[in-house]
């Protein structure tokens, strides 16, 4: 196991703004959002000429293969993460200022499509249903039901997800009353699949490459990634924030897709800006002791996916960090890791949220 060592994670850091900088920070609610601003920036400048160019009769060919190779490198590997959690950041705390608030509208219909992101759907399933039943029965997402050391288990969730996951959600939106949730999701839904279906005519191949092929990628990292967030549940306890989350610190994979790394200070506080979060975990270290909270120097959240899928216990634990002694040895945190991912049963009585997780959506 490891110790607590100095956090290599971004915060804030004040600077000298230029006059670009303050022109675009005119518009922003928060100055410390200006790296979503830049980022915006490249990928409309890049992924959209690319992706108008794949569409134009006149490429054709082997022309047409290389603006596809491109297209998918910056799609998946170069903005795909850092734009989605910026989508994350900006679902929970409004990117622009009031005055200028249909300017919110920008990421999640003009870009998010290009990444495989229906419009609306995310906001209605992360803020509508994700965080305010916090990975507990009514959660469609949740992972408690299944084996989470299984990629047998994963595959079913991923499949029932991607099969009739949007359903699921426009069906506990109208239990909820959240109706206006449910029509966002389902406009959003039709008016993406109706786009993609006229595109089909005029390019198809275009079209798969463009928006549905990110479609089902996005999707599978979606639940790649709620599934190790939420791999490791307390049966006992399964709504407290700091038994039913992970953390992940000290990894490129913070740096590159703002912090999203803290999970559990993001279950416990969904609205803290993405800088907070490493003073936040620095301040409320205790709680992460008193709870046995699983933290992993040096692992990003790919990285714990396969290590657990292959049964890795031992190298998880190598990467876990020994919080006040909290854990004897590793074979203390192997046990405990094993533990948490088991299956919990569906009907068992669980309270709707943990005194610790005082997050509200």
Same mark, same amino acid.
């Given at each position: 196991? #490891?110790?607590?060592?100095t956090?290599?994670?971004p ?10 900088? !303050?022109?675009?920070?005119?518009? *922003? ?38 603006? @596809? ?12 993460? &850092? ?9 929970? !705390? %409004? ?23 229906? &419009?609306?759907t ?5 803020i509508?249903?994700?965080? %305010? ?9 949740? +992972? ?22 949007? !359903? ?8 909820? =009353?959240? @109706? ?22 005029? =390019? ?16 599978? *990292? ?7 967030q ?6 006992e306890d399964?709504? /407290? ?8 610190? /000290? $990894?490129?994979?913070? #740096? #590159? ?21 490493p ?8 709680k ?36 006040? /002694? ?11 890791? !094993?533990?948490? +991912?088991?299956?919990i049963?569906?009907?068992?009585? $669980? %309270? ?7 997050? +509200?959506?």
């Open positions: 196991m #490891k110790v607590l060592s956090l290599q994670d915060t804030f850091q004040g600077r000298d703004y230029s006059r670009l900088d !303050r022109f675009f920070l005119h518009y *922003i609610k928060d100055e410390r959002d200006l790296p979503f601003i830049y980022l915006t920036l490249r990928i409309s400048l890049t992924l959209i000429p690319l992706s108008i160019l794949l569409f134009m009769p006149f490429v054709t060919g082997w022309i047409w293969w290389t603006v @596809a190779a491109v297209h998918f490198f910056i799609s998946n590997f170069r903005f795909k993460g &850092p734009f989605g959690l910026m989508l994350h950041c900006t679902s929970h !705390r %409004p990117f622009f200022k009031p005055e200028y608030g249909w300017m919110n509208n920008y990421l999640p219909w003009i870009l998010a499509p290009f990444f495989g992101h229906t &419009p609306e995310y906001y209605s399933h992360h509508g249903m994700h965080h %305010p039943e916090n990975n507990l029965e009514d959660d469609d997402s949740s +992972t408690m039901t299944f084996q989470r050391d299984s990629y047998r288990s994963f595959l079913a969730y991923f499949g029932r997800f991607f099969v009739v996951g949007v !359903r699921n959600l426009l069906d506990y939106l109208r239990l909820k =009353n959240r @109706a206006k949730l449910a029509t966002r999701a389902l406009t959003g839904e039709i008016i993406f699949a109706v786009i993609c279906v006229g595109l089909c005519f005029i =390019n198809w191949p275009a079209t798969v490459l463009v928006f549905l092929l990110p479609l089902v990628i996005y999707r599978l *990292i979606a639940m790649l990634g709620n599934w190790t939420h791999a490791f549940v307390d049966g399964p709504g /407290n924030a700091y038994k039913n989350s992970i953390t992940c610190i /000290n $990894v490129k994979y913070n #740096k #590159k897709c703002w912090n999203d790394g803290y999970h559990i200070s993001h279950h416990v506080r969904p609205a803290m800006h993405w800088t907070e979060h003073t936040f975990f620095l301040k409320t270290i205790d992460y002791a008193q709870n046995r909270a699983i933290i992993f120097d040096g692992l990003d959240f790919g990285q714990v996916f396969f290590l657990l899928m292959r049964g890795k216990y031992d190298v998880l634990a190598q990467h876990m960090v020994n919080i006040n /002694n909290t854990f004897t040895d590793d074979a203390d945190a192997i046990a405990l890791l !094993r533990r948490r +991912t088991q299956r049963p569906v009907k068992m009585d $669980v %309270p709707a949220m943990s005194q610790v997780s005082v997050a +509200t959506a």
